[in-house]
């Protein structure tokens, strides 16, 4: 694919989140570019866990947030929206993809608030111990190949070590029943908690105006370390 052949497949994506208690609202723009690097465009998991973090707005305001492979940065960009302090990071050596959190920012205007960081899953250069403690880890659609399941949860381990009472939120996309990361959670020290859609207006085939997730079947997990 050509550089111009990829201009012409860049579009903005508006996503719409409402309370229908208090008639709140905000829209988050979202620039996508089709093509096949997995973090250029929007996946259904990333509404899910847009939508978690919209329920959660007013407890977020304020807190520390990451987000790992954050591609075109829904979540993460909502959470700064809402008042969070949010670091965004993607793969280290793909500087395209760092690129589009960039500028999911910048449509947003919260560039000036929000840092953007190399981190490669399972690698801890020097640089990775120089990352502040969080408050809430957030992933979406991350664990799509087994290959990296652990080295996910190396990095999830990592920094739930070094930020005390931290939670991670992640969506993940049921792609099958074989492909579990149960019996690594135990591995590395983790424990997990499932969380019905239901319970935070997540359920539908539409999230945000977005016609997301579709019929995809998303789980939502909150994971934290396991107490001895």
């Known amino acids: 694919m050509t550089e ?4 012409t497949l860049e579009r903005d994506r508006l996503f719409t989140f409402r309370d229908e208690e208090t008639d709140d609202e905000l829209q988050v723009k979202i620039p996508e570019v089709i093509d096949p690097a997995y973090g250029m465009y ?3 998991c990333a509404p899910v866990l847009a939508q978690y973090v919209w329920t959660r707005r007013k407890w977020i305001h304020g807190k520390h947030v990451v987000e790992l492979g954050a591609g075109t940065s829904l979540p993460g960009v909502l959470a700064a929206v809402c008042g969070a302090r949010v670091t965004l990071t993607d793969h280290s050596r793909l500087p395209r993809c760092l690129g589009n959190c960039l500028k999911s920012c910048q449509a947003n ?3 000036d608030k929000v840092d953007v960081v190399g981190l490669t899953w399972g690698e801890f250069p020097p640089e990775v111990f120089q990352l502040p403690g969080f408050d809430i880890i957030l992933a979406s659609d991350c664990f799509y190949d ?3 399941f652990e080295n996910i ?3 999830l381990h990592f920094l739930l070590d070094r930020s005390k009472n931290a ?3 992640i969506t993940y996309q049921e792609r099958s029943s074989d492909r579990s990361i149960e019996h690594l959670l135990l591995k590395w020290g983790l424990r997990c908690l499932h969380v019905p859609l239901e319970t935070f207006g997540a359920e539908g085939p539409s999230l945000a105006g977005s016609n997301l997730p579709g019929n995809h079947t998303i789980q939502f997990l909150e994971i934290t370390k396991a107490t001895k």
């Open 109 to 111: 205007g919260v560039a």
């Open 42 to 44: 929007v996946w259904p």
């Open 153 to 155: 949860l190396a990095t």
């Open 4 to 7: 111009a052949d990829t201009t």
């Open 167 to 169: 939670t991670c939120w």
């Open 146 to 148: 087994t290959k990296e």
